[in-house]
């Protein structure tokens, strides 16, 4: 096609699920029941977290910044999932698209580092009980999570930029439900050899470095509870990384296989339901995840459902 020929793309048609019209309704239920279960969950802990002393430690500080990170995932995708179904497709302008991209990427890139942090402060509460809340003092944590946080917009920024130089002309329809990374380049008239260079490299080193963060520290973490000379203690003491261990191999397994797998291997819809699972199945179990298991949750919520149910009794 010729050069003269081409149009500047000014706005977006996300199709969505436009190939199973026949599961619009149903699946509209389902993304907003996630939708209501996951803001209720996260949010929800995000409050608990902060009205109940019994949890203002490290621990549960990161915990509500996961929390809070799995709130902003949902509301950036969620709902532009949900007008996408009711409209059959949407059209989103160049520069929401970007912002939605911007966005998604803070959330997903902050949640990496913040895993990788929420691993070593199970190391330094498991190998130094006794120094814990001294090692890992309000200004240390507070130096974590701005990390956390500069190194997730560092790599937003990167990776937005890397995307939204890129010449986009007259085909304009994304087959996906939001703006994604590979949707994108598929979509992309200009040479995209440099954004999907920088773009796969710089993610897969996101994902390596917090990975090997991780496993050095269940490691360190592994070697303490060895020493220890109780079976019982170390089952006790093993049982509190639980939680964070399932969420680290639902989140980096399912960032492994989108990123890192050779796109030569998937297809549209493979990529569509594991899009799914980590920006709307992951962050609604994560509040479950960290509370069914977790005497600390269940013991802060029972106490304030208590006190909730004990100042309607007396109103009445």
């Known amino acids: 096609m010729a050069k003269n020929n081409l149009t500047t793309v000014t706005e977006f048609i996300l199709m969505g699920f436009t190939d199973h ?19 209720l969950g996260n949010v929800g802990l995000v409050i608990l977290i902060q009205v109940n002393v019994q949890l203002h430690i490290p621990m549960y500080f990161f915990l509500s910044h996961l929390a809070l990170l799995d709130a902003c995932y949902t509301s950036v995708i969620i709902p532009q999932i949900l007008a996408t179904l009711e409209r059959g497709k949407t059209a989103i302008s160049y520069g929401q698209c970007a912002a939605q991209f911007f966005f998604f990427t803070i959330c997903a890139s902050t949640e990496c580092f913040l895993l990788a942090v929420m691993a070593y402060d199970r190391y330094v509460a498991i190998s130094n009980p006794l120094l814990y809340t001294m090692v890992m003092n309000p ?40 703006c994604d990374l590979p949707p994108l380049l598929r979509l992309a008239c200009s040479d995209t050899t440099n954004t999907e260079v920088i773009t796969i490299f710089f993610g897969n080193f996101v994902i390596l470095v917090n990975a090997l963060i991780i496993l050095i520290s269940y490691l360190l973490i592994i070697k303490a509870i060895l020493r220890m000379k109780s079976s019982g203690s170390r089952v006790k003491t093993f049982s509190t990384c639980v939680s964070h261990l399932t969420a680290v191999a639902l989140f980096f397994g399912t960032l492994t296989f989108m990123y890192i797998r050779s796109s030569s291997h ?3 819809e493979e990529e569509k339901a594991v899009s ?31 006190k909730f149910q004990v100042s309607q009794i007396m109103s009445e």
């Open 21 to 39: 019209p026949r599961l619009v309704v149903p699946l509209f239920m389902i993304f907003l029941t996630f939708y209501l279960v996951s803001l």
């Open 139 to 178: 200004r240390i944590c507070w130096n974590l999570i701005a990390g956390a946080y500069a190194c997730g917009l560092l790599g937003a920024t990167v990776r937005t930029t890397c995307t939204f130089t890129l010449s986009f002309c007259n085909d304009n329809q994304i087959n996906f439900f939001f």
């Open 266 to 268: 998937k297809s549209l």
């Open 276 to 306: 799914v699972f980590y920006t709307v199945v992951i962050p609604m179990l994560n509040p479950l995840i960290y509370s069914l298991r977790n005497k600390d949750v269940k013991s802060a919520f029972r106490k304030v459902t208590g």
